[in-house]
C-alpha cells in the first residue's frame, strides 16, 4: 500500500519523521517519511534486514539515525539529554516484543506494579480493570513462568499501557505464536490501543496480520 505520511502538515501529528536513515557499516538504509495522527494505527512491514526494527528503535528513541529528524508530540526527542528522553519514553511510550522479558521471581501482578513504580504511577485499579479485559485477572497472583506464551504476549500489552502512554510500539509481537493466539494478540493490541486513544507501530514479517491494518508501509518498496 503506497503511504500517504508526508513531513509539515499544518495538523499536529503524533510522530513525524523526516528522511530518517541509519548505516550498517559501509550499507544506509533510507526509511520512507512517516506523519501519524492521534490514536493512529500503522503497520510497518519488510523482510528480515530491511530495518524494521532499526526504525522501531529509533521512533521509540532507542537508537540514534545516522540522519534526518524526528518529532513525538511535536518534541525532537533527540535533542533531550540521555535523562530527559528516557523520562519521557517511560511517560509516553509502551513498548511489546516478539519475547516477553518480564522479572520472573514476581507474579504476574508484580510485574505490572513494577513497571509503574518505575514511571512513578502505581495505580492497581488500572492492572485490574485491564487484566480483567484480557481474561486473565484469575492469573494476576499467579507467577509469570507458569503462563503460556499467549498468556505472556496477553500480559506484556497490559504492561505496555498500563502508564497510558501516548504510543505502543510492538516489534513482531506475533511471531512466536500459533494462529489462533496470533489474531488474539493482534485484537487485543488494536482494541485496546483504540479504547486508551494510544497511537499503535507494529513492525513485523508476519504476514498473517498484514490484512488487518489499512494503514501500511513495506519497507521492501524503498
Same mark, same amino acid.
Not at 1 to 25: D, P
Not at 34 to 49: E, H, M, P, R, W
Given at each position: 500500500?503506497?503511504?500517504?505520511?508526508?513531513?509539515?502538515?499544518?495538523?499536529?501529528?503524533?510522530?513525524?519523521?523526516?528522511?530518517?536513515?541509519?548505516?550498517? /557499516?559501509?550499507?544506509?538504509?533510507?526509511?520512507?517519511?512517516?506523519?501519524?495522527?492521534?490514536? *493512529?494505527?500503522? @503497520?510497518?512491514? *519488510?523482510? %528480515?534486514? %530491511?530495518?524494521?526494527?532499526?526504525?522501531?528503535?529509533?521512533?521509540? /528513541?532507542?537508537?540514534?539515525?545516522?540522519?534526518?529528524?524526528?518529532?513525538?508530540?511535536?518534541?525532537?526527542?533527540?535533542?533531550?539529554?540521555?535523562?530527559?528522553? !528516557?523520562?519521557?519514553? *517511560?511517560?509516553?511510550?509502551?513498548?511489546?516484543?516478539?519475547?516477553?522479558?518480564?522479572?520472573?521471581?514476581?507474579?504476574?501482578?508484580?510485574? @505490572?506494579?513494577?513497571?509503574?513504580?518505575?514511571?512513578?504511577?502505581?495505580?492497581?485499579?488500572?492492572?485490574?480493570?485491564? @487484566?480483567?479485559?484480557?481474561?486473565?485477572?484469575?492469573?494476576?497472583?499467579?507467577?509469570?513462568?507458569?503462563?503460556?506464551?499467549?498468556?505472556?504476549?496477553?500480559?506484556?500489552?497490559?504492561?505496555?499501557?498500563?502508564?497510558?502512554?501516548?504510543?505502543?510500539?510492538? !516489534?513482531?509481537?506475533?511471531?512466536?505464536?500459533?494462529?489462533?493466539?496470533?489474531?488474539?494478540?493482534?485484537?487485543?493490541?488494536?482494541?485496546?490501543?483504540?479504547?486508551?486513544?494510544?497511537?499503535?507501530?507494529?513492525?513485523?514479517?508476519?504476514?498473517?496480520?498484514?490484512?488487518?491494518?489499512?494503514?501500511?508501509?513495506?519497507?521492501? !518498496?524503498?
Amino acid at each position: 500500500m503506497e503511504s500517504a505520511y508526508i513531513f509539515g502538515l499544518n495538523q499536529k501529528k503524533l510522530i513525524r519523521t523526516n528522511n530518517i536513515t541509519v548505516k550498517y /557499516g559501509e550499507i544506509e538504509i533510507k526509511f520512507p517519511n512517516i506523519n501519524l495522527d492521534y490514536g *493512529g494505527q500503522l @503497520l510497518i512491514i *519488510g523482510k %528480515s534486514g %530491511s530495518g524494521k526494527t532499526s526504525l522501531l528503535n529509533i521512533l521509540g /528513541g532507542l537508537l540514534s539515525a545516522e540522519s534526518g529528524n524526528i518529532l513525538v508530540n511535536d518534541i525532537d526527542i533527540f535533542s533531550l539529554s540521555n535523562k530527559k528522553r !528516557d523520562k519521557f519514553r *517511560g511517560q509516553q511510550i509502551g513498548f511489546v516484543f516478539q519475547t516477553p522479558h518480564f522479572i520472573k521471581s514476581l507474579s504476574v501482578n508484580d510485574n @505490572l506494579k513494577f513497571s509503574q513504580y518505575m514511571s512513578s504511577k502505581i495505580n492497581q485499579s488500572k492492572i485490574d480493570m485491564l @487484566l480483567k479485559k484480557v481474561d486473565l485477572n484469575h492469573l494476576k497472583n499467579a507467577s509469570i513462568q507458569n503462563l503460556s506464551e499467549g498468556e505472556k504476549q496477553r500480559i506484556s500489552i497490559i504492561r505496555a499501557l498500563v502508564n497510558q502512554p501516548s504510543i505502543i510500539f510492538a !516489534d513482531e509481537p506475533t511471531s512466536a505464536l500459533d494462529d489462533n493466539s496470533c489474531n488474539n494478540v493482534v485484537d487485543l493490541l488494536t482494541n485496546l490501543s483504540r479504547e486508551n486513544n494510544t497511537t499503535l507501530v507494529i513492525v513485523t514479517h508476519d504476514k498473517r496480520i498484514k490484512d488487518k491494518f489499512p494503514n501500511q508501509i513495506n519497507l521492501n !518498496d524503498f
